[in-house]
């Protein structure tokens, strides 16, 4: 059996096809065989790849085709870079650079200032009266663990308490979380924030008790 190939695409084809069954390309007996030079109009043969009239490379439909593809993406390219090379230079560009510096600086600022912040020196009259967010630092003789348990509501059924003077603060977050658990007793160093003002009733090994909550950012047992 005799076949064809497609002028367009190049599929394999019936040697009686009219139209390529692959890119729809109607298959005419006389533009199969002839086409024009592109730089001299010269009438050549379609499988011709050099102008025999003025020697120039003919391409043949594929790469034209392929060209045509290329040349619009990179004039699109052109396009985009050249849209995002104005709107850099412009004023706009330049405003919300500006924005998002701002927002940063005003996001870290806050960090910036906690971490230059020095801590300060409390005793028990201060744990009183403490001051929610401020860095303070303290030693304090640690009681034991509370059994604070009042249903689904809290997630920490435990919290470590630390006496100072006739005071007593409860640390924030677990007995496992501190590893305090077993140095009863023993004199406890901590770094870090009442995070606020209001007392909390607590049921501890050493009866009820009233304390303020602590966020401890530094714990060593002395």
């Known amino acids: 059996m005799e076949y064809k190939f497609c002028s367009e695409c190049g599929e394999k084809l019936d040697k009686d096809s009219n139209f390529c069954p692959s890119c729809g390309f109607k298959l005419i ?57 104005n709107f850099i230079h412009s004023k706009t560009f330049l405003i919300l650079v500006l924005v998002v510096v701002l927002i940063c600086i005003l996001a870290i600022t806050p960090n910036i200032i906690d971490f230059l912040t020095p801590y300060k020196e409390v005793d028990s009259s201060y744990i009183a009266n403490p001051t929610p967010g401020e860095k303070v630092k303290f030693t304090g003789e640690y009681i034991g663990t509370t059994t604070w348990n009042k249903g689904l509501y809290y997630f920490v059924p435990e919290n470590d308490v630390v006496r100072v003077g006739d005071q007593y603060i409860i640390i924030q977050g677990t007995s496992t ?8 007793g023993h004199d406890i160093y901590l770094e870090g924030k009442f995070p606020g003002g209001g007392k909390s009733k607590e049921p501890t090994n050493v009866g009820d008790i009233y304390g303020y909550w602590f966020s401890a950012d530094n714990i060593e047992i002395r």
Do not use: Q, W, Y
């Open 29 to 85: 007996e006389e533009e199969k065989k002839t086409k024009f030079c592109h730089n001299c109009g010269e009438k050549i043969d379609f499988k011709a790849e050099i102008c025999p009239k003025c020697g120039v490379r003919v391409e043949n439909p594929l790469i034209n085709s392929a060209n045509k593809v290329i040349n619009k993406s990179k004039k699109e390219a052109n396009t985009f870079f050249s849209e995002m090379n």
């Open 177 to 184: 979380s501190h590893h305090l658990t077993g140095f009863e």
